[in-house]
Nanobody
């Protein structure tokens, strides 16, 4: 049974930073891709960022490019999302996602985390 457990969400002022973590258990993702989506209240879930197994390839949504950085620690089977220069429009529930396919847009997600709330106040 694969589990993705997010942590690190919270309340921050605009311009601040947060780091989200996603710890995977049940298997080691030695291929495919992992990443993050977010879902603002009343809106559809949207792609944020993804990273491949080696960490050598990353892909970001235009809305977060230059402000967010995705990374991974394979020894800990954990993916991180460093979020800097946060804006109120970044407020959402952030979900960790994993795919068995090597698709940095994560169009085919096999596993989801439960989500963690990020709130950015103005």
């Amino acid at each position: 049974q694969v589990q993705l457990v997010e942590s690190g969400g919270g309340l921050v002022q605009a311009g601040g930073s947060l780091r989200l973590s996603c710890a995977a258990s049940g298997r080691t993702f030695s291929s495919g891709a992992m990443g993050w989506f977010r879902q603002p209240t009343g809106k559809e879930r949207e792609f944020v960022a993804a990273i491949n197994w080696s960490g050598g390839s990353r892909y970001y949504a235009d809305s977060v490019k230059g402000r967010f950085t995705i990374s991974r620690d394979n020894a800990k089977n954990t993916v991180y999302l460093q979020m800097d220069s946060l804006k109120p429009e970044d407020t959402a529930v952030y979900y960790c996602a994993a795919s068995n396919r090597y698709d940095l847009r994560l169009r085919y997600v096999d596993y989801w985390g439960q989500g963690t709330q990020v709130t950015v106040s103005s």
